[in-house]
T-cell receptor, first 114, second 111 residues
Framework: NAGVTQTPKFRILKIGQSMTLQCTQD?????MYWYRQDPGMGLKLIYY???????DKGEVPNGYNVSRSTTEDFPLRLELAAPSQTSVYFC?????????????FGDGTRLSIL | EDQVTQSPEALRLQEGESSSLNCSYT??????LFWYRQDPGKGPEFLFT???AGEEKEKERLKATLTKKESFLHITAPKPEDSATYLC????????????FGQGTTLQVKP
C-alpha cells in the first residue's frame, strides 16, 4: 500500500514552459487536494476534487489547472511557468465520510522556475 | 475571514526541556483541528484531530489540547528525534475536507 505518490520529486523549468505534476493514490479516497508550500509559510490550497469529474478552486488557483478522470489520479498542470510558481507542491487525499478525516500527504514535488 | 496563526515560528529546546506550541484560529463553524508533523523533504504526517473545546489527545511525548480559540501542542521531555516542523490546520464550513494551515513551528531539540 503506497499511499499518495507524487512524481517527479524535483524539476527545474524555464520561464514559459509547461509541465504536469502527477499524483496518484491507492487508498480509494474520494477527496484529493493540491497545495503549495513556500519557505516559512503554511500550505496553501490550489485546487481540490471531491470525486472523479468534479474539481474546484482553492485559495491560490491562478496559473494552474487540474483534471480528475479517475478516483486514483489528480494531475496538476502548470501553463506558462513563472518564477512565482517556484515552490514545493504537495498532493493529499482523504476518504469521504460523515466524520472529519485526516488528509494523507505525498512527499512533494520541488519545482524551480528559472 | 478564516485564519490560523501559529507561535512561535521557531523553538529551540534542550533535550528534556518541556514546552508548548500554540495555534490560534478564527473560523466559522469549526469541524476539526489537525496537528501534523513535517520532517525536512517529506510531506506532513498526521498526529491528532481535535473536534471540540476541552478535548485532549496524547501520543508518546505529545499532548494536544483545544479551546474555543486556540490549541496547544505540549511536548514533554523532548528528544532530538522530536525535531521537526509542526503544522496546525483547521477544517471549517462545508464538508469538502478543505484545510486552512498555519505557517508552522520549527522545533529543534538539542542533545
Amino acid at each position: 500500500n503506497a499511499g499518495v505518490t507524487q512524481t517527479p520529486k524535483f524539476r527545474i523549468l524555464k520561464i514559459g514552459q509547461s509541465m504536469t505534476l502527477q499524483c496518484t493514490q491507492d487508498m480509494n479516497h474520494n477527496y484529493m487536494y493540491w497545495y503549495r508550500q513556500d519557505p516559512g509559510m503554511g500550505l496553501k490550497l490550489i485546487y481540490y476534487s471531491v470525486g472523479a469529474g468534479i474539481t474546484d478552486k482553492g485559495e491560490v488557483p491562478n496559473g494552474y489547472n487540474v483534471s480528475r478522470s479517475t478516483t486514483e489520479d489528480f494531475p496538476l498542470r502548470l501553463e506558462l511557468a513563472a518564477p512565482s510558481q517556484t515552490s514545493v507542491y504537495f498532493c493529499a487525499s482523504t476518504p469521504k465520510g460523515t466524520g472529519t478525516q485526516p488528509q494523507h500527504f505525498g512527499d512533494g514535488t520541488r519545482l524551480s522556475i528559472l | 475571514e478564516d485564519q490560523v496563526t501559529q507561535s512561535p515560528e521557531a523553538l529551540r529546546l534542550q533535550e528534556g526541556e518541556s514546552s508548548s506550541l500554540n495555534c490560534s484560529y478564527t473560523v466559522s463553524g469549526l469541524r476539526g483541528l489537525f496537528w501534523y508533523r513535517q520532517d525536512p523533504g517529506k510531506g506532513p504526517e498526521f498526529l491528532f484531530t481535535l473536534y471540540s473545546a476541552g478535548e485532549e489527545k496524547e501520543k508518546e511525548r505529545l499532548k494536544a489540547t483545544l479551546t474555543k480559540k486556540e490549541s496547544f501542542l505540549h511536548i514533554t521531555a523532548p528528544k532530538p528525534e522530536d525535531s521537526a516542523t509542526y503544522l496546525c490546520a483547521v477544517q471549517a464550513g462545508s464538508n469538502t475536507g478543505k484545510l486552512i494551515f498555519g505557517q508552522g513551528t520549527t522545533l529543534q531539540v538539542k542533545p
